[in-house]
């Protein structure tokens, strides 16, 4: 008598089920929570852009909450031309691209002096820069106002003949504010670096200014586009200092552009959301650009301290 070909086949080896991921509240909680943070970051921006793309009267008479029955472009035009953006966005430009480029530079020196030379007191030396970024501003106002009024210039160097008013004095009072936290981040950064990449350096017989120049700065570029779009960014934003020390209106950068779109006695609001679009769109240009090292910088920095 022969089995059935069921009895006598071999068992199917059944895959085991899988593992069914278990509900965690908290991490809920914590995507609702950033999704909402998302959200308010977003919705101001989102409102702009609507709002400037609809005309005036139709948002008075409806609000902005609203749904639109026509839109159109020509606020931006408007904005242009009535801001004077081009002048002012050259005004931001000779402050901000100089500004950059000595920060960045300045920094680099002394951040490679702080991580890979043996110098005496080189740590308190980066406690006092990283001290010296929780210092607020604005508590330095009256002093340096009254520095910039009094510290005298060549004609050659300020139209003024003094910082006061000159794009000189904020290129430099850009570059004092920002300096002690670009030191922090580049010498965190440059710490990470293998030591024996310098120390290879030196047994060849390569000076402190090839290991800096050839070693050192070539593997720092993701910090550097990092620093350079956080800085880029700030200087560019910058209101508080441009007010204070500069007099001149064909002088001021382009925060101070959108005053120009504001009436005596009427204000368009569409018409200064598309000029608050326009100016806003440099650093959202130039952070896309650089976001990939600006995330990598960031985050390759802070594992060693």
């Not at 609507?50 to 909450?65: I, N, V």
């Not at 904005?79 to 402050?95: D, F, H, K, Q």
Request: aromatic share 14%; hydrophobic share 50%.
């Amino acid at each position: 008598m022969t089995l059935t070909g069921a009895a006598t086949s071999p068992a199917r080896a059944q895959a085991p089920p899988a593992p069914r991921r278990a509900f965690r509240p908290a991490r809920v909680l914590l995507h609702a929570f950033l999704a909402l943070v998302a959200l308010g970051w977003v919705l101001p921006l989102a409102l702009a852009l609507y709002a400037s793309l609809r005309p005036y009267d139709e948002t008075a008479r409806l609000g902005y909450f609203s749904l639109p029955e026509s839109l159109t472009l020509d606020y931006y035009g408007r904005a242009w031309t009535e801001a004077g953006l081009p002048r002012y966005y050259l005004n931001t430009l000779i402050v901000v691209i100089p500004g950059v480029i000595v920060t960045l530079a300045l920094a680099s020196f002394t951040a490679f002096a702080i991580a890979r030379l043996r110098i005496p007191g080189r740590r308190t030396l980066l406690v006092v820069f990283t001290a010296g970024n929780l210092l607020p501003p604005q508590v330095l106002l009256t002093p340096l106002y009254t520095m910039y009024v009094t510290v005298p210039l060549p004609w050659w160097a300020s139209d003024s003949m003094s910082l006061y008013d000159s794009y000189l004095g904020l290129i430099l009072i850009h570059v004092a504010f920002q300096f002690g936290f670009c030191v922090f981040v580049m010498a965190n950064f440059m710490r990470a670096i293998p030591e024996e990449i310098g120390e290879a350096a030196l047994v060849d017989g390569a000076s402190a200014w090839r290991r800096y120049w050839q070693l050192t700065l070539p593997l720092c570029r993701p910090v550097l586009a990092a620093l350079g779009t956080l800085q880029f960014t700030w200087m560019y934003n910058d209101f508080l200092w441009a007010l204070v020390l500069m007099s001149s209106g064909d002088k001021f950068p382009i925060t101070s552009a959108l005053n120009n779109l504001r009436g005596q006695f009427f204000t368009d609001y569409n018409l200064l959301a598309a000029g608050s679009l326009l100016v806003a769109l440099p650093t959202l240009v130039v952070f896309q650009l650089l976001h990939k090292h600006f995330v990598a910088g960031l985050t390759l920095g802070s594992t060693k301290g």
